[in-house]
């Protein structure tokens, strides 16, 4: 969460300050450009081609440039090759080595004990070598932005990621012992979630058990009401809680990014900055954002930054004490994980 503090004359300013003109060498997209990235977009999860591309071109011309990198690199996987053999020889022997390597602290993928039995130990190992080689490969290269390094690097987490040992029957000692125990039926059980997964994307049905957290009952919980509304936002306004020990003369104005529900701050009692704001004596005004449809299609960031924030700081500057500073946070975040991934281990 980024959290800033200014004052409304100043963001007004710069509401009204003129916006920089388009170069005119730049003709702006065409509705057939507009479809094709939209298409792209759709089918890369929002994940630009080209911004990939340029950050792998930077790295690899940077990392054909640096002969001291390439030498370190081959000496480390020359190491790393050879700890894994004395490793492997001494495990197959019936010893009891130390690992090569220790997972990180927040990987909990091979916590299970099977995973110590041979020869599950080797592949994990092996695995967990190759992950911090190309660690090393892909950072720590004079002239990479950080930016770039960063793209790349997640890039390669990724793919190292999609061929990790638990996505392999034959090398996850969790699904082989689930296989035997259940005779089989957690594979139909996975095909099952596989299929509904797909079907629900292909339709647009929510997830399952979405219907158990409703808006207002078991998450939104904190009261509430709408105090301004436009054709972009509803501006919702929680007052300071009964019994606070103080009441801050300040408002706080929380954005949540466009694409989320504003309740994603308001889960439930236990887990809301709403009710906990209030509770500490501020007035909230939150921004909740308009599913966009077909007709919204030509609006920019600007329509979304004058007809969402700057609006509802209107708001608030109309309706606030004469103090004209106000708290503002943003707040952005993104989860995916379907049913058929989180289930497959069971």
């Not at 977009?41 to 071109?57: D, K």
């Not at 979304?304 to 924030?309: A, C, E, H, Q």
Request: aromatic share 8%; glycine share 6%.
């Amino acid at each position: 969460m980024a959290v800033l503090s200014t004052t409304l004359t100043e963001l007004s300013g710069r509401a009204a300050a003129p916006q920089a003109s388009q170069a005119p060498d730049i003709e702006p997209p065409s509705p057939l450009d507009r479809f094709l990235h939209a298409m792209q977009a759709h089918a890369t999860q929002g994940i630009s081609p080209a911004s990939l591309a340029l950050a792998h071109a930077d790295w690899l011309l940077k990392l054909l440039q640096s002969p001291a990198k390439w030498q370190r690199l081959l000496q480390k996987a020359w190491t790393k090759e050879l700890r894994w053999l004395d490793y492997a020889r001494r495990s197959t022997l019936g010893q009891a080595p130390p690992p090569c390597i220790e997972p990180l602290a927040q990987d909990r993928r091979f916590r299970d004990p099977a995973w110590q039995r041979w020869p599950y130990n080797l592949v994990q190992q092996a695995f967990l070598l190759n992950q911090q080689w190309w660690h090393n490969a892909t950072t720590g290269i004079d002239g990479v932005s950080r930016h770039h390094q960063d793209v790349v690097a997640f890039s390669a987490r990724q793919l190292l990621d999609l061929a990790s040992p638990l996505n392999v029957v034959a090398t996850n000692p969790e699904v082989s012992d689930a296989a035997v125990r259940e005779a089989g039926a957690n594979f139909v059980r996975g095909a099952v979630n596989l299929a509904d997964d797909v079907w629900r994307s292909l339709t647009g049905a929510p997830p399952e058990g979405a219907e158990a957290f409703r808006p207002g009952i078991e998450v939104a919980v904190t009261p509430g009401r709408v105090v301004f509304r436009n054709h972009l936002i509803e501006l919702i306004q929680y007052a300071p809680a009964a019994g606070s020990a103080s009441v801050h003369a300040e408002p706080m104005l929380i954005v949540p990014a466009c694409i989320m529900k504003y309740y994603i701050l308001d889960l439930s009692p236990g887990n809301s900055l709403v009710r906990y704001l209030v509770g500490q004596g501020h007035t909230v005004f939150m921004i909740s954002w308009r599913n966009p449809d077909a007709d919204d299609r030509e609006l920019g960031m600007d329509d979304y930054l004058r007809d969402g924030v700057m609006a509802a700081l209107g708001h608030i500057r109309g309706v606030a004490p004469v103090r004209p500073a106000i708290a503002s946070a943003a707040r952005c975040c993104r989860s995916r994980w379907p049913r058929s991934a989180a289930r497959a281990r069971r």
